[in-house]
């Protein structure tokens, strides 16, 4: 009998862990192109009694101490032969500084300049050979507010999962009481015979896999051909193809902008909609303003692979557990109030169909080819460039992250502002994702330069999208979802 998923039956079990299929895929599907990695930008308050030139100290010794408390950070990859997915193992000599760097802006030190700093970070990869995460300390902005910058491999979290795995760090009031730490165990490496032993038994679970998967897939498949006529609901691989939906480049650069919480709250209400689906739409309007201007704005909707949560409380906090939808963002539709109700109805259909048949869709995908197959394809993918000539999974990803609604503190800095970074897939040069903190809600926009050359123009829509549906706004308590 096969021990349970993510365990192990022999003497170190407590030392190694097995990523789930979904996260070896992740690890797979990465090519110089292609860099699956979550970063985040926290602009801090620093604490006024701390000297600017003690910032990267007492930072750096915050995340030394806090870091026992956070297991991803001391767990590093350890491949193994066969079919077998890798396993997380302790790492035995941690060395915090080899992940800590520091970085400097150019004058003027604002959002644009950290976002040019936050590009070009994105845009390295994460070494194999340690524990896949980094953290990057940038001087003060010209408001005196700093940043640092959190980078992590998207197999190692998700974005519902991030904040919480990272909460060890943060504290709930300035000057918090010292946290006990518990002693790290003693770390372990898996034997030549548990690694043999590992070889035979991740054949037979890939399998078991395959066979619980395939006709899930297969049902799915079906289920969207029956459904291909539904005008609300999008599918993959249907999406008009524009001048970022092609073959990424290593290169990226990323954009910055935010819009009070108050003013999405007050416009949800007026017309009905859910905050989710209202940002969907507010990201609707900036996208077709910003095709409008370049003469690109297509006759139909566009798609958006939407990330859905599928994580429940007793889930462990750190790994992948998100499946995906799809939604048609209506950026042919000129009146505002009725972009909102066309994105409440397709994100109607995109639930009902994901309720049906979605869930666990991106882990039985990933469990029907064999592990060692997957980084091969994508590379010949990313080699051929075939993006440029196979239609396109989708126009763009767009992501939509809970964020506190109460203060953080780092070390007696007060947290400020949470600004995301989502990685970008191939044939979609462009990711939109959002994060609500206290009273801001913040977009992060990364592209692939290259194939979308001016993000700022398009990060700068957002508020005129968001003011295009205040002006339009019902104001006598009717809403304009009658009108669609």
């Given at each position: 009998?096969?021990?349970?998923?993510?365990?192990?039956?022999?003497?170190?079990?407590?030392?190694?862990?097995?990523?789930?299929?979904?996260?070896?895929?992740?690890?797979?599907?990465?090519?110089?192109?292609?860099?699956?990695?979550?970063?985040?930008?926290?602009?801090?308050?620093?604490?006024?009694?701390?000297?600017?030139?003690?910032?990267?100290?007492?930072?750096?010794?915050?995340?030394?101490?806090?870091?026992?408390?956070?297991?991803?950070?001391?767990?590093?990859?350890?491949?193994?032969?066969?079919?077998?997915?890798?396993?997380?193992?302790?790492?035995?000599?941690?060395?915090?500084?080899?992940?800590?760097?520091?970085?400097?802006?150019?004058?003027?030190?604002?959002?644009?300049?950290?976002?040019?700093?936050?590009?070009?970070?994105?845009?390295?990869?994460?070494?194999?050979?340690?524990?896949?995460?980094?953290?990057?300390?940038?001087?003060?902005?010209?408001?005196?507010?700093?940043?640092?910058?959190?980078?992590?491999?998207?197999?190692?979290?998700?974005?519902?999962?991030?904040?919480?795995?990272?909460?060890?760090?943060?504290?709930?009031?300035?000057?918090?009481?010292?946290?006990?730490?518990?002693?790290?165990?003693?770390?372990?490496?898996?034997?030549?015979?548990?690694?043999?032993?590992?070889?035979?038994?991740?054949?037979?679970?890939?399998?078991?896999?395959?066979?619980?998967?395939?006709?899930?897939?297969?049902?799915?498949?079906?289920?969207?051909?029956?459904?291909?006529?539904?005008?609300?609901?999008?599918?993959?691989?249907?999406?008009?193809?524009?001048?970022?939906?092609?073959?990424?480049?290593?290169?990226?650069?990323?954009?910055?902008?935010?819009?009070?919480?108050?003013?999405?709250?007050?416009?949800?209400?007026?017309?009905?909609?859910?905050?989710?689906?209202?940002?969907?739409?507010?990201?609707?309007?900036?996208?077709?303003?910003?095709?409008?201007?370049?003469?690109?704005?297509?006759?139909?909707?566009?798609?958006?692979?939407?990330?859905?949560?599928?994580?429940?409380?007793?889930?462990?906090?750190?790994?992948?557990?998100?499946?995906?939808?799809?939604?048609?963002?209506?950026?042919?539709?000129?009146?505002?109030?009725?972009?909102?109700?066309?994105?409440?109805?397709?994100?109607?259909?995109?639930?009902?169909?994901?309720?049906?048949?979605?869930?666990?869709?991106?882990?039985?995908?990933?469990?029907?080819?064999?592990?060692?197959?997957?980084?091969?394809?994508?590379?010949?993918?990313?080699?051929?460039?075939?993006?440029?000539?196979?239609?396109?999974?989708?126009?763009?990803?767009?992501?939509?992250?809970?964020?506190?609604?109460?203060?953080?503190?780092?070390?007696?800095?007060?947290?400020?502002?949470?600004?995301?970074?989502?990685?970008?897939?191939?044939?979609?040069?462009?990711?939109?994702?959002?994060?609500?903190?206290?009273?801001?809600?913040?977009?992060?926009?990364?592209?692939?330069?290259?194939?979308?050359?001016?993000?700022?123009?398009?990060?700068?829509?957002?508020?005129?999208?968001v003011a295009e549906l205040e002006k339009a706004t019902p104001r006598n308590g009717s809403t304009p979802f009658?009108?669609?």
């Amino acid at each position: 009998m096969l021990p349970p998923r993510g365990t192990f039956s022999y003497a170190a079990r407590m030392a190694a862990e097995y990523l789930s299929t979904l996260d070896a895929a992740l690890l797979s599907l990465e090519t110089e192109a292609q860099q699956l990695n979550i970063l985040a930008v926290l602009l801090i308050e620093p604490d006024p009694d701390i000297h600017r030139e003690d910032h990267y100290r007492v930072a750096r010794d915050r995340i030394e101490s806090r870091l026992p408390l956070v297991p991803m950070g001391s767990r590093r990859l350890q491949t193994l032969p066969g079919l077998s997915n890798p396993v997380w193992t302790d790492e035995p000599d941690l060395a915090v500084d080899s992940h800590l760097h520091q970085a400097l802006l150019a004058p003027p030190k604002d959002l644009q300049a950290l976002g040019r700093v936050a590009g070009d970070i994105a845009s390295r990869p994460l070494r194999r050979d340690r524990p896949l995460w980094e953290m990057w300390l940038v001087d003060e902005l010209e408001d005196g507010r700093v940043a640092v910058i959190c980078k992590v491999h998207h197999a190692v979290l998700d974005g519902a999962s991030g904040i919480e795995s990272l909460a060890p760090f943060f504290d709930l009031e300035p000057h918090a009481p010292p946290v006990v730490v518990p002693p790290h165990p003693e770390p372990h490496r898996l034997t030549v015979a548990d690694q043999a032993r590992e070889s035979i038994r991740g054949s037979v679970r890939w399998a078991r896999d395959f066979a619980r998967s395939a006709p899930r897939v297969a049902s799915t498949l079906v289920r969207a051909v029956q459904r291909a006529g539904d005008p609300d609901l999008a599918l993959p691989l249907t999406a008009p193809r524009l001048p970022f939906n092609r073959a990424l480049t290593p290169r990226r650069t990323v954009e910055f902008t935010s819009v009070e919480l108050s003013r999405l709250k007050e416009i949800r209400r007026a017309y009905g909609a859910t905050l989710n689906d209202l940002l969907i739409a507010v990201c609707a309007g900036a996208l077709r303003l910003y095709l409008m201007d370049r003469d690109e704005l297509p006759d139909r909707p566009l798609v958006a692979a939407i990330p859905v949560s599928e994580r429940t409380l007793e889930d462990a906090t750190g790994g992948n557990r998100f499946s995906t939808m799809f939604y048609a963002i209506p950026v042919h539709i000129e009146d505002p109030g009725e972009r909102v109700a066309a994105t409440t109805r397709s994100a109607a259909a995109a639930k009902n169909f994901y309720e049906q048949s979605g869930h666990e869709l991106l882990q039985s995908l990933a469990s029907i080819l064999p592990p060692k197959t997957i980084a091969p394809a994508m590379h010949a993918v990313s080699a051929l460039h075939l993006a440029d000539r196979l239609p396109p999974l989708a126009n763009l990803m767009i992501s939509n992250v809970r964020g506190p609604d109460f203060p953080l503190w780092i070390a007696g800095g007060r947290v400020s502002q949470m600004l995301p970074m989502g990685p970008l897939i191939e044939g979609m040069g462009l990711n939109i994702t959002v994060v609500s903190y206290l009273d801001t809600v913040s977009f992060g926009f990364q592209v692939c330069p290259d194939l979308l050359p001016d993000v700022a123009q398009l990060a700068g829509y957002i508020d005129d999208a968001v003011a295009e549906l205040e002006k339009a706004t019902p104001r006598n308590g009717s809403t304009p979802f009658a009108r669609a």
